[in-house]
């Protein structure tokens, strides 16, 4: 690991400002995925700007009723929230599919979301990726390719985003909250934060330098039935194949996001009109433009059986 100066920031503003005046910066909050990118030499900031101060890590309801999520919220104390489990269960339920208790325990709302790939590629330093050293190639493409994405890839990166959360936040159309290093605050649809790989996948949300993610909001409660269906090599400490997150209504109709399958949590609006139809449709939508290896073309069919899986289950909790 190289050699870093250190700062606490006191207000997100000074952390912003901060990160952007010092080349190199990073925000360190749980560190679960920046530590270990630092050891391999992956990550290298000169500078880590330390948010765990910041008044980041409460959970709040909204006047429209929906919730406030600040960043600094651990994952664990997301999960247990009696109206995240109440009201969002599609999103308690991804949290708990994700990492281990310990990781939980530490990592963040924010940093979650932010989370880099994990791709073998993009962590052996040995090896080209333009993720890690833009412009110098995709070992993945013609390489062992069985974790990595269907939909939504480029011929630049083929890489999957690894977080089982911002699937669930997708399908629930959160917004992400931010502050600039002028202390203006913005607000990110989920939708457009993060970005499909294209020609610059080194490029990875839509955060501006400098900007600080400071919160997370939720809509009002969708209602029906929550189920978050994570398809993996092993029970635990794995990341998935698939993933299905689903709000399901009675009669059928409602909302689908897919993980394990692209750069960025999949969801595809117009595949949900025709969930009163059954599986078959709603995967063939969502898999428009598919373009799968000889290691991951099971994912395709994987889809298809994870999903009707999902709205069998919906469908026999529902009266």
Avoid at 9 to 17: C, H, L, Y
Avoid at 92 to 113: D, F, H, K, P, Y
Avoid at 201 to 227: D, K, M, R, S
Wanted: glycine share 10%.
């Amino acid at each position: 690991m190289k050699a870093f100066s250190y700062q606490r920031a006191r207000t997100p503003a000074e952390a912003a400002a901060a990160a952007l005046r010092t080349p190199g910066a990073k925000f360190i909050a749980g560190g679960t995925n920046l530590l270990d990118l630092m050891k391999l030499e992956i990550e290298t900031p000169a500078h880590l700007i330390d948010v765990n101060g910041l008044a980041l890590d409460q959970i709040a309801p909204l006047p429209n009723g929906g919730l406030r999520i600040g960043a600094l919220v651990r994952n664990s104390d997301l999960a247990a929230d009696e109206r995240v489990r109440r009201d969002y269960g599609v999103l308690a339920r991804a949290l708990l599919a994700g990492a281990s208790m310990q990781l939980r325990n530490r990592a963040t709302t924010a940093g979650n979301l932010l989370q880099r790939t994990r791709c073998p590629y993009f962590y052996d330093t040995n090896q080209p990726c333009n993720k890690r050293v833009p412009g110098s190639g995709c070992s993945a493409v013609g390489g062992f390719s069985r974790h990595h994405a269907v939909v939504g890839a480029s011929e630049a990166c083929i890489a999957t985003h690894p977080s089982d959360m911002a699937v669930a936040m997708r399908l629930l159309d959160a917004e992400i909250e931010t502050v600039r290093p002028d202390g203006a605050a913005r607000v990110i649809p989920i939708a457009d934060f993060h970005r499909l790989p294209g020609n610059t996948p080194h490029v990875e949300h839509a955060l501006e330098p400098g900007e600080l993610v400071t919160g997370v909001t939720l809509p009002p409660p969708l209602g029906g039935a929550h189920i978050y269906r994570k398809v993996r090599d092993r029970s635990s400490y794995a990341f998935a194949l698939v993933s299905v997150a689903a709000v399901v209504h009675p009669g059928g109709d409602g909302r689908v996001a897919l993980g394990g399958v692209a750069h960025k949590p999949w969801r595809v609006e117009a595949a949900e009109r025709a969930m009163p139809g059954g599986a078959g449709r709603v995967a063939e939508l969502l898999l428009v433009g598919a373009k799968a290896t000889a290691d991951n073309a099971f994912k395709i069919p994987l889809v298809q059986r994870t999903l009707a899986s999902v709205l069998a289950e919906a469908k026999k909790g529902q009266p």
